[in-house]
């Protein structure tokens, strides 16, 4: 797990970050001493006395309990930052009810009053548009059904729920990294927008989101991409892959047999 804090002057809130990749900053840069991400942004905007990032690459729903929340709770946020989700959806083992299950128990143990909460929902991994119709069509039904899993944990609770494709869809392309998973830095700048309205009736913005810097290069994203993302790839191939052929296959065997039983006269 990556956890690293960072102290700032004042009597600003005291932030803290959990969840996977996005939270953590992928995608982003550090530009002018401010951390990488989302979540770092907003705590720079409010003028955080503290910020503790605890996210780290790989979390799913079930990891937030075992170290992400305890260490949390250790640091008596004013307020929490989430995103977690993803990684589920990228697994051959994907439970929408596990999902639910150990988020709301994070929640639960994560709420106090005055305690705010902000939870940014999935957009479409744009990466699988590449791998055609049926694989993207799988793939946005296990977003929506993840999604249907958040909307679950959080209800009944005073959890901000950002939808993350509502605002992927207002910027477009260039909300993505060039690794079409994570957000780019215009894309985690764009979050941090979202979340700050949410938080704005108790904590004044004390400073300006950071502009994002210069575009990466042709020749820089090609080799991030050499270095990254096939490496990546290789990854999940041993287990996304497997399942995502078997149940493309499943579904296309079913719309066949489908069509069959349509044509076939009463």
Known sequence: MTSHATERSGRGPRVVALGDSVTLGIGDSPVGGVGAGWAAHLAH?????EYVNLAANGTRARDLGLTQVPSALMTRPDIVLLTVGGNDVLRGDFCPA?????LRDALERLERPGREIVMISLDRIDAFSVLGRRVSTVMGRRIGQANGAI???VAGTRVHLI???EVFGRLGDVAWHVDRIHPSPEGHRALTAAALQRVSHRYVQAAP????GPAPSLISRAWWMTRNGVPWVA???RDLLPQMARVVTHELLEDRR????RAVPA
């Not at 905007?45 to 006395?49: E, F, I, Q, Y």
């Not at 989101?209 to 994002?212: C, H, P, R």
């Open 98 to 102: 596990e999902i639910t299950a150990h």
């Open 209 to 212: 989101i950071g502009a994002a």
């Open 235 to 237: 990854k999940r191939s």
């Open 45 to 49: 905007a409010v003028g955080a006395s």
């Open 151 to 153: 909307e679950a944990a």
């Open 258 to 261: 489908s069509k069959t039983q």
């Open 163 to 165: 939808d993350g494709a």
